[in-house]
């Protein structure tokens, strides 16, 4: 396991996220309203503050995804999960959360609604080729194994 130091500014009164278990690969982050409550109505989206501000190291990302208990239990996603926050961004993380269920959802300051996890990613040199290696799968795509 890695161990990345990342600059963080905190504007928000909440603490900084934080992992929930010392194996989690992500890190719970909280709404900050003060303006106060937000309310999603079913298919309603907004952008939630957090508050926080982040200089990632070169060469890392941070993704946004959502929490499973939320998209279980209340049908509250990310709009664009993963979100991507690139290295080169220095404005306030912003969380696009959407309401795919069947109720109102209201968010409150301090709520937890996503999950942060930093990762190390490659930059890509594309080699124009006439054609691929092949492979036992080929082009099966989608459901092409089968269901058992």
């Known amino acids: 396991m890695d161990r990345v130091k990342i600059k963080v500014i905190n504007k928000s009164h ?4 934080d992992y929930g278990t010392f194996e989690a690969a992500g890190m719970d982050v909280r709404a900050y309203l003060p303006e106060g409550p937000v309310t999603l109505k079913p298919l309603q989206r907004a ?10 190291p070169e060469g890392y990302e941070c993704q946004i995804r959502p929490r ?13 999960s993963p979100g991507t926050v690139d290295a080169d961004y220095r404005g306030e993380i912003g969380i ?3 309401n795919l269920g069947e109720n109102d959802f209201t968010v409150n300051d301090g709520d937890r ?3 942060m996890v930093i990762k190390q990613y490659s930059h890509v040199t594309w080699e124009p080729v006439k054609e691929l290696d092949r ?14």
Not at 14 to 17: C, G, M, T, V
Not at 68 to 80: C, Q
Not at 135 to 148: L, M, N, V, Y
């Open 47 to 56: 952008l939630i503050s957090t508050g926080l501000y982040m200089q990632l």
């Open 113 to 115: 609604i996503c999950q």
């Open 135 to 148: 492979t036992k799968r080929e082009d099966g795509a989608f459901g092409h194994t089968g269901r058992s």
């Open 68 to 80: 499973s208990g939320m998209a279980l239990n209340y049908g509250i996603t990310i709009a664009n």
């Open 96 to 98: 696009i959360l959407l």
């Open 14 to 17: 909440h603490p900084l996220p």
